[in-house]
């Protein structure tokens, strides 16, 4: 053969291989191995929950889907009516959710302009306007205190001619809208396989809260010969059913064992409600043996209603803090930071004034915290703001007071005050969190030093620093008698302290004036400051006391925990349930695979039982009332 016809011959060869559909191949991906070309307008085809999209569906349909007891309990508690709160209205879609949707989908494929190589692939849902990124340039994925989205964080290889998708960082979503839930901790891998002008599309989600073994799903997507039109969902939250109880922290829910449709499913397709309720075993061919005896079937049914009796469950969800010995900065919004590494998360605020800063960590680090600022800004702390008084918001009080100052106070009539007037940051908080570290700490050597000595009663206290307003609000007998939240109002940005956390339940402090009622009032006053950017998603964003970094959709989500839980609760109490009977009946066992602790600082006992007691004190009050 000669060596043009070899060259023809190659060329012939490779031609055929491309595929008929024009797909190309990108001989530059990060794998080395070709890929295709998904580009183009998409439907959906059939699939495993092709007809179960946009809170589609029916109730107590959970057969197939390896739910653990947590989940279970959280779908049986699970009332539809929670879609018309403010927060719930237009929330986002995850993965791979996100492929139920019954719109539009548009892939496409954004490359380098220099050198064309491919850096992302980009892919978007008319429902909701999702929008996903995934990243073929093999960047790494964020740190675990990084922010959580509804697309998550996705990266993405060539296998052949199969796209992997692996995704972490997505928000709480749904695997069926009608209450089971994916949690905040799920991994979700996918395949995209095109074939012609469908796509074969398989995800495996991995969620170590909800799911007792991965969940496996295939569906399809259809290519459009032309541009269908419509991409847009106009959706804005309007105002909650009229007719509902002017009570804000009211969150509609089901007790267990009261769910009103619980055979909804069951009676009209003839299925066991055993079956209906889910659970690895139902995916395989042996569970039919257990269906064999109808009385049987119906008897272990009612059993999965309520939880089971045994020890309580730890949190599966990692600590997305460092426990390394080192203070880790992440950027926030605009001049905010948080700094995360030393206990509590530390927010900062930078400018051409010197720092402000929310809390100050638990004071192992401290030098460490103060080198950290010292790289945003070369100017010294000129502010420091306590949200509590607890030892792990505190505990570098004095040595961050010592590192700044306060011009502000120089030559000031506040110098005439006392003698060291402006000579370090000023420390701010409410004349509780000051009266309590007397309390706490009046006989140490050098404690004034860590004490607030700008204090205020109530309302708020308000500045104007760094080119924004702040602005710093008392939540009275939230987690204690003396907590605030702070809000940046340019980088619209909200510290709240030990108000919201992602890493346990609140610590209600019960004898430091603490109550389950003042808790869910701060949360409830956070989300009336807080504004989505889009779909509960973005926006103003709220750095809690300690976990990562989040926006309202979480705070909506830790809201309806605790009101589910005080609801419970309360429906025990009223019942002359005791505490040791009201611990013994697992009221927490569909948030303790997230949240549930047995031993150290604060325990689920400990939460339970302040939710108990603060619960029976408003009793005794409204009874004397």
Not at 151 to 167: A, E, H, R
Not at 171 to 184: F, L, M, N, T, Y
């Amino acid at each position: 053969m000669t060596r043009a016809k070899g060259a023809w011959f190659f060329a012939a060869a490779y031609l055929l291989s491309v595929p008929v559909f024009g797909q190309g191949f990108d001989f530059f991906g990060p794998s080395g191995k070709l890929g295709i070309d998904l580009s183009g307008d998409w439907v959906p085809g059939r699939g495993q929950d092709s007809d179960l999209g946009t809170a589609a569906g029916m109730m107590v349909d959970y057969g197939g889907i390896p739910i653990n007891e947590a989940s279970r309990l959280y779908a049986l508690a699970w009332n539809a009516s929670r879609i018309t709160l403010l927060q719930h209205q237009c929330a986002g879609y995850a993965p791979p959710y996100f492929y139920t949707a019954p719109g539009y989908y548009r892939i496409w494929e954004e490359r380098d302009p220099h050198t064309q190589k491919l850096v992302a692939i980009k892919m978007y849902g008319q429902i909701a306007e999702g929008l996903r990124t995934i990243y073929m340039d093999g960047r790494p994925h964020p740190p675990a205190y990084a922010q959580h989205t509804w697309s998550g964080f996705s990266t993405g290889k060539w296998d052949g001619n199969i796209l992997t998708i692996y995704t972490t960082h997505i928000k709480r979503g749904w695997i069926r809208a009608p209450g089971v839930a994916q949690s905040d901790e799920a991994t979700v891998l996918e395949h995209f396989i095109r074939h012609g002008d469908r796509i074969t599309y398989f995800s495996v989600t991995t969620d170590p809260v909800y799911l007792s073994e991965p969940l496996s799903k295939t569906s399809e997507l259809i290519r459009l010969i032309k541009d269908p039109g419509a991409w847009l969902y106009a959706c804005d939250d309007g105002e909650q059913i009229l007719s509902r109880s002017h009570d804000p922290t009211e969150v509609p829910n089901y007790l267990w064992g009261q769910h009103p449709s619980l055979r909804e499913y069951s009676e009209k397709h003839k299925v066991p409600l055993l079956a209906a309720l889910g659970g690895a075993e139902t995916m395989y061919p042996e569970f039919a043996a257990r269906l064999k005896d109808p009385a049987a079937a119906e008897a272990a049914a009612k059993v999965k209603l309520l939880p089971a009796a045994g020890p309580q469950h730890t949190s599966r969800a990692a600590d997305p803090t460092p426990n390394d010995g080192e203070i880790h900065t992440l950027p926030v919004a605009g001049n905010i930071y948080m700094l995360v590494g030393d206990g509590a998360n530390i927010t900062v605020q930078v400018g051409d004034e010197g720092p402000l800063v929310v809390d100050t960590g638990t004071g192992k680090l401290a030098d460490k915290v103060i080198a950290a600022i010292r790289k945003l800004s070369d100017k010294p702390i000129q502010f420091i703001v306590n949200t509590s008084f607890h030892m792990d918001h505190t505990g570098g009080n004095a040595k961050l007071h010592a590192a700044g100052e306060d011009p502000s106070l120089f030559g000031s009539f506040f110098s005439g005050q006392f003698a060291d007037a402006g000579q370090g940051a000023t420390i701010i908080g409410h004349q509780n969190v000051q009266n309590r570290m007397i309390e706490t700490g009046s006989k140490a050597a050098g404690a004034s030093e860590a004490w607030p000595s700008d204090t205020f009663v109530q309302g708020r206290r308000r500045k104007y620093h760094n080119g924004e307003a702040v602005e710093v609000f008392y939540e009275p007998n939230a987690i204690t008698d003396g907590d605030s939240i702070v809000h940046f109002r340019h980088a619209d940005v909200i510290a709240t302290g030990d108000i919201f956390t992602t890493t346990q339940y609140p610590f209600i402090d019960v004898k430091n004036g603490g109550s389950v009622q003042g808790e869910l009032d701060a949360l409830n006053n956070i989300l009336d400051k807080t504004v989505y950017e889009h779909d509960e998603e973005g926006g103003t964003l709220i750095v809690p006391g300690h976990g990562r970094l989040c926006d309202e959709w979480e705070v909506t989500e830790y809201r309806d925990m605790i009101a589910i839980i005080r609801d419970r609760v309360d429906a025990m109490i009223k019942k002359g349930a005791t505490l040791d009977q009201i611990k013994a009946a697992r009221l927490t066992a569909d948030y303790d695979d997230r949240f549930g602790a047995t031993s150290g600082p604060w325990t689920t006992d400990m939460f339970v039982e302040a939710v108990y007691t603060s619960l029976k004190r408003n009793e005794v009050k409204t009874a004397k009332n």
